[in-house]
């Protein structure tokens, strides 16, 4: 059998989440729809990891394999025929048997935007987290530099989260503008439930200037969701890219 991976864009909007989910649109049902239409097979995909209700994704990574034998090109295309408008196949390569999108991957970036003006945007409202006041970019990106490395993050997990530690290592975080909006960065290799949606929702008291710089470290440091912000809304996230070794682990 031929292992497949495929790097997909989708608005997560009108998704409840990635994972399959009786009788509720996944994105992960609907590629998987897409594939057993176009390969006449059901096909079961792994992912690099799960995305929440609303976040979207440029560059989610996803596994399979099938014996119905395809060219690259052919792949790619045959299946974005059968997705539908909110999910597509930008890259498909053949990979080794072995390949794992999620234990193999190397890093993920992540991206959370608010747009900071008084007047909304149609266009990007289900993109950016709106706040109608501006935000103090600079002492955001200060703060935020308390969570680079290695930490517990249980203040900024969700309380459902299933993780069997808030343990993580997060070497880059980094708060800058763009245009209107403001972006929060986030390079690691993996991520709590929620956790860089609850980050966001902590340094917009920061921006706002609610709070000090030094509260973020503060709340690293208390281990207590509750001295942490509000969870962002899911819309302002974006899971960028996940990036894999040259041998593709």
Wanted: proline fraction near 4%; glycine fraction near 10%.
């Amino acid at each position: 059998m031929a292992r497949w991976k495929l790097v997909l864009e989708y608005d997560g909007a009108g998704f409840h989440g990635w994972g399959l989910q009786p009788e509720t649109r996944t994105v992960q049902g609907a590629v998987e729809e897409g594939l057993a239409s176009f390969l006449g097979e059901p096909v079961r995909v792994e992912a690099s990891g799960r995305t929440d209700a609303g976040v979207h994704a440029l560059g989610q990574v996803i596994a399979f394999s099938t014996d119905v034998p395809r060219a690259p090109l052919a792949m790619r295309d045959g299946l974005n025929h059968h997705l539908p408008d909110d999910v597509a196949c930008v890259d498909a390569e053949l990979v080794a048997d072995d390949f794992d999108p999620r234990r193999t991957a190397r890093s993920k970036l992540y991206r959370y935007a608010w747009l900071t003006r008084r007047t909304r945007s149609p266009l990007r409202r289900d993109r950016v987290w709106h706040i109608r006041h501006d935000l103090d970019v600079d002492a955001m990106n200060e703060a935020v530099q308390a969570l680079a490395g290695t930490h517990d993050f249980q203040s900024f997990r969700a309380a459902r989260c299933q993780a069997a530690t808030s343990v993580r290592t997060i070497p880059h975080w980094e708060v800058l503008r763009v245009g209107d909006e403001v972006h929060l960065f986030a390079t690691g290799h993996g991520f709590l439930q929620h956790m860089i949606r609850i980050v966001a929702g902590s340094l917009t008291e920061v921006g706002r200037g609610r709070r000090p710089v030094g509260w973020i470290g503060e709340v690293l440091h208390a281990r207590d969701r509750s001295c942490a912000g509000r969870t962002a809304p899911a819309s302002g996230l974006t899971l960028m890219s996940v990036t894999y070794g040259p041998d593709g682990r």
